[in-house]
C-alpha cells in the first residue's frame, strides 16, 4: 500500500463549527505532515509529526490543532475558523524526517463560511 | 534567504509537443531537488528525485536535469498530452536535517488538442 488516504474529500463548516479532518498512511512512515495550500500557491507546512511526536509547528493558530493518534494516523481539528482559512488541507508522510520523499495525500477542499 | 524560483509562471501548449520547465534555487547546503505533478484540487505526485551528483534522471515522457554549480534544473515533457495539464513544483531539500521542503511557486502546464 503507497497511499495517503484523507477523509473527507470536501467540508464546509461556519466559523462556530467543529470538525476534524482525518489522514491515514499504512507505508510504515514515521513522519507526518500537514501542509495548507490555497489556490495558485505552492503548499505551506504547518505541523510536523516525528514518531508521533509534535516536533514542528509553524506558528499555526491555535484554531488548528494535530493530534496523532498512532503511527498511521494523523488528525487535524478545526475549531473557530475563520473565512481565509478555507484552503486545500493536504497530509504528506515520509520514511523519515529527513530529506526522504515526501508521499501526498489527495488533499481535503474546505470552505470555511 | 533560501528560495526556489520557478519559470514560467504558466504555460500553453498543443498536444503532441515538447516542453521545458525552468528551476532556479538559492538553497544551501543543498541535498536534494524534486520535481512534483499538482492535478488541479489534489495532493502532488512525485515525479523525479536528483541528488548532488545526478545530472539527468528520467521517468517515461519526464526528463529532469540538474546543474548543481548553477543550481539550476529543468523539467522536459516529451510528446505531450492532454493528462500532462498540471501545475508542476520544484522542491529542494537542504542537506542540514531540516525537515523541510522548500517549494518553487510552480508552472501551470496547460496542454490543448
Known amino acids: 500500500d503507497t497511499e495517503v488516504t484523507q477523509t473527507p474529500k470536501h467540508l464546509v463548516m461556519g466559523m462556530t463549527n467543529k470538525k476534524s479532518l482525518k489522514c491515514e498512511q499504512h507505508m510504515g512512515h514515521r513522519a507526518m505532515y500537514w501542509y495548507k495550500q490555497k489556490a495558485k500557491k505552492p503548499p505551506e507546512l504547518m505541523f510536523v509529526?516525528?514518531?508521533?511526536?509534535?516536533?514542528i509547528n509553524e506558528s499555526v493558530p491555535s484554531r488548528f490543532s494535530p493530534e496523532c493518534p498512532n503511527s498511521s494516523l494523523l488528525n487535524l481539528h478545526l475549531h473557530a475558523l475563520q473565512p481565509e482559512d478555507s484552503a486545500l488541507y493536504l497530509c504528506?508522510?515520509?520514511?523519515?524526517?529527513?530529506?526522504?520523499?515526501?508521499?501526498f495525500g489527495p488533499g481535503t477542499r474546505l470552505l470555511v463560511l | 534567504k533560501n528560495q526556489v524560483e520557478q519559470s514560467p509562471q504558466s504555460l500553453i501548449i498543443l498536444e503532441g509537443k515538447n516542453c521545458t520547465l525552468q528551476c532556479n534555487y538559492t538553497v544551501s547546503p543543498f541535498s536534494n531537488l524534486r520535481w512534483y505533478k499538482q492535478d488541479t484540487g489534489r495532493g502532488p505526485v512525485s515525479l523525479t528525485i536528483m541528488t548532488f551528483s545526478e545530472n539527468t534522471k528520467s521517468n517515461g515522457r519526464y526528463t529532469a536535469t540538474l546543474d548543481a554549480d548553477t543550481k539550476q534544473s529543468s523539467l522536459h515533457i516529451t510528446a505531450s498530452q492532454l493528462s500532462d495539464s498540471a501545475s508542476y513544483i520544484c522542491?529542494?531539500?537542504?542537506?542540514?536535517?531540516?525537515?523541510?521542503?522548500?517549494f518553487g511557486t510552480g508552472t501551470r502546464l496547460k496542454v490543448l488538442a
Open positions: 509529526y516525528s514518531y508521533e511526536k509534535l516536533s
Open positions: 522542491v529542494v531539500s537542504a542537506a542540514s536535517g531540516t525537515y523541510k521542503y522548500i
Open positions: 504528506a508522510s515520509s520514511q523519515g524526517v529527513k530529506e526522504e520523499t515526501q508521499y
